[in-house]
């Protein structure tokens, strides 16, 4: 389409029904982000005033549901992509370089003359283009270029996985201008996870990825993470009457790496001592029967932990079952099971290292008080700092909202959706 098809179309209307889609059904939704759009493409134009053809993509963040800590020992988790996602306008051209100008970032260009690994480039956002670019290359797709402008709500450390939002990004661009579409949404969340992997220099899972790609409620099954088994769970929260809100307690995310790094060592070390690599495929009854001798080898937090996962595993394949069956008092029961479990068990809501700042335990003690037995909260992603998960009937959401901020500053608390799609390319 023309930029100048995109602007009056945003302003007549012609795009509110796949707005609605991405963003929720209310009008104040459809308003902000059609607000959105028309800045994304402003911005574009100044950047790019002699382009004429152009198209339109979005990205979504995700928000894990269920499965807390699970997903490294091979385990299950129940997760959706949400509301808040990545805008991109984009021209395609045939200059052999993808350039990209991200909202409040430096410029990137991405020389397409070589495809490989680039040490220098390990860490940065140029170093995922590239290898996405670099694998979709070596399935025999032929890549001209790019320039794009992006905006993003994905928020880095939100624990709503930005950097796996902009994988699919790119992902979703270079599938639909140079491949037609062909490669699946589980294909394109491989991809990002190779590139992560080998070109940024991050070891990391494909759940972020997956849920990012595929859309809606996504409950996978990691017993082998190359091909993990994914269910997708038609469920709309909005129509039940319940709002996803997460709130970032704005805890330093500094120097957590052992935090994080010592619940999958512990949970590999008790695996270990069963006589398994990973605790899925160690057996929960010989787990509880050997629990003295075990604890001549293991300490007690690495018995807790596993004893986590145990019951974590178990429950994000109920919470899945519970949304199925439309049992929504079940599910918020297996969602308040998890947040205890993650607070007693796995221990997760505050680092050691700086016991006196507890900012999730706090927000997770006003959330209870406020919401007065309605709904449920968690933590929520990695825990020890960031965000906290909470689901709020919808009359209720704006008025939580506010109480969260007054403790947390403004715009701390995001009120979401469950969004059915992933990556996709808007059209008139």
């Not at 970032?248 to 398994?276: N, P, R, W």
Request: net charge negative.
């Amino acid at each position: 389409m023309k930029i100048y098809d995109l602007i009056s179309g945003l302003s007549g209307g012609s795009f509110d029904e796949q707005l609605k889609m991405l963003y929720g059904s209310s009008e104040k939704a459809v308003l902000r982000n059609r607000a959105r759009y028309l800045s994304a493409a402003e911005n574009f134009s100044r950047l790019y005033p002699e382009c004429e053809d152009i198209r339109v993509f979005s990205a979504s963040g995700r928000t894990e549901v269920g499965g807390n800590h699970t997903d490294h020992q091979h385990g299950c988790v129940l997760a959706a992509a949400v509301s808040l996602d990545i805008i991109g306008i984009v021209r395609f051209h045939e200059d052999g370089v993808i350039r990209i100008k991200s909202e409040g970032y430096a410029a990137d260009e991405i020389a397409l003359s070589s495809y490989e690994v680039n040490d220098a480039e390990k860490g940065t956002s140029a170093a995922l283009v590239r290898g996405i670019a670099a694998k979709f290359a070596e399935m025999g797709v032929k890549i001209s270029g790019f320039d794009a402008y992006f905006t993003s709500e994905v928020l880095s450390g939100s624990g709503l996985s930005s950097s796996a939002a902009f994988e699919v990004m790119i992902g979703t661009i270079i599938n639909e201008g140079y491949n037609e579409g062909r490669a699946s949404a589980v294909e394109i969340a491989k991809i990002g996870k190779f590139a992560e992997n080998v070109y940024f220099g991050k070891a990391s899972g494909l759940m972020d990825q997956m849920v990012c790609a595929v859309g809606g409620f996504v409950a996978i099954d990691f017993a082998d993470p190359q091909e993990p088994f994914i269910t997708s769970v038609d469920f709309d929260f909005e129509k039940a009457g319940y709002s996803v809100c997460i709130t970032d307690t704005k805890g330093s995310h500094a120097d957590l790496t052992a935090d994080y790094s010592a619940i999958s060592e512990e949970m590999k070390h008790v695996a270990q001592a069963l006589g398994c690599e990973y605790l899925r495929d160690a057996d929960e009854e010989e787990f509880y029967d050997k629990l003295p001798e075990l604890r001549k080898k293991c300490t007690d937090r690495e018995l807790l932990r596993a004893a986590h996962f145990f019951a974590e595993n178990t429950r994000a394949v109920d919470e899945a079952k519970a949304l199925i069956d439309r049992d929504t008092e079940w599910f918020f029961e297996l969602v308040d099971q998890s947040g205890t479990s993650s607070a007693e068990l796995l221990q997760n809501l505050y680092s050691c290292q700086d016991p006196q700042a507890q900012q999730i335990p706090l927000a997770i003690m006003l959330s209870k008080r406020f919401l007065n037995g309605s709904g449920a909260v968690r933590v929520h992603g990695g825990g020890f700092a960031g965000t906290i998960q909470a689901f709020v009937p919808n009359y209720l959401a704006d008025d939580y909202a506010k109480e969260m901020e007054r403790f947390f500053g403004a715009g701390s608390c995001y009120v979401l959706s469950v969004r059915p799609v992933g990556g996709c390319e808007l059209s008139l």
